[in-house]
């Protein structure tokens, strides 16, 4: 669940990285969205990597509306779903679905808590955050892309970002590879697309993002409607 929250997000090198590593090889520039040559040398890629790890390594806080569109692939059809998103360190984060309907998902440490407003249920469950991919992990300051990833620079058309496309050093079964559009003078992380093993691509993309705003615990407390049914996973067999 959190990956498909993710898209981080929230970890078999695809067409595009193939493109680009032949590229490469042949010492030709890419290019990024703004049309700009970028030197083919491992350098620039590992300054890129670099400065968007330390971002989010020093912010404490941020926030965000988003936009979530999940393409399945077998069905040939988009959902789209918009919201808002709140993050803390050390391990707080909200996200706040106000369409096609409401719903909530809150992720304390290893703890979530999922509210369906429309059918009135607050569903526990856990999550071993130690077991978390660093594609996640990283915007809590934890994990190291560059320890869990093969990371190249991918040709994006149309982009105002640059591309970063991560594919999983060891089998990843959740997900084939991961990409991140990074704003070039930020080095935030504006929108994030994620391949499933299908083939199927959950791709969110962040506005108005604000960051090491102060945000309080309050701020992370969900309201509960009154009659809203309390369904603890956690207590469930094998859990």
């Known amino acids: 669940m959190l990956f498909l929250l993710f898209g981080l997000l929230l970890g078999l090198p695809?067409?595009?990285w193939a493109q680009e590593k032949a590229a490469q090889e042949k010492g030709v520039q890419a290019k990024t969205a703004q049309g700009k040559a970028v030197p083919d040398k491992k350098e620039t890629l590992e300054v890129l990597v670099d400065r968007m790890q330390?971002?989010?390594?020093?912010?404490?806080?941020?926030?965000?509306?988003?936009?979530?569109?999940?393409?399945?692939?077998?069905?040939?059809?988009t959902q789209v779903s918009q919201g808002r998103v709140l993050f803390k360190k050390p391990a707080l984060m909200r996200w706040d679905y106000e369409k096609p309907s409401k719903r909530s998902f809150l992720i304390a440490e290893e703890q979530v808590l999922a509210l369906d407003m429309a059918a009135l249920t607050l569903t526990k469950t856990t999550i071993a955050t130690d077991k978390l991919s660093a594609a996640v992990t990283?915007?809590?300051?934890?994990?190291?892309?560059?320890?869990?990833?093969?990371?190249?620079?991918a040709i994006c058309k149309g982009c105002k970002e640059v591309r970063l496309?991560?594919?999983?050093?060891?089998?990843?079964?959740?997900?084939?590879?991961?990409?991140?559009?990074?704003?070039?003078k930020t080095a935030q992380v504006v929108q994030s697309i994620v391949v499933d093993p299908d083939g199927?691509?959950?791709?969110?993309?962040?506005?108005?993002?604000?960051?090491?705003?102060g945000l309080k615990q309050e701020a992370f407390k969900l309201s509960v409607?009154?009659?809203?049914?309390f369904l603890d996973m956690t207590k469930?067999?094998?859990s």
């Open 225 to 229: 409607p009154e009659g809203t049914q």
């Open 14 to 16: 695809g067409l595009a």
């Open 200 to 213: 199927s691509e959950n791709r969110i993309r962040f506005l108005h993002l604000k960051e090491n705003q």
């Open 165 to 184: 496309q991560l594919v999983p050093k060891k089998e990843e079964p959740r997900f084939q590879k991961l990409f991140l559009d990074i704003d070039e």
């Open 54 to 77: 330390a971002f989010y390594e020093k912010i404490q806080d941020f926030s965000a509306d988003f936009e979530q569109r999940y393409h399945y692939k077998l069905f040939d059809r």
């Open 138 to 153: 990283f915007l809590w300051g934890r994990g190291k892309l560059k320890e869990e990833f093969h990371m190249t620079l």
């Open 236 to 238: 469930m067999p094998g």
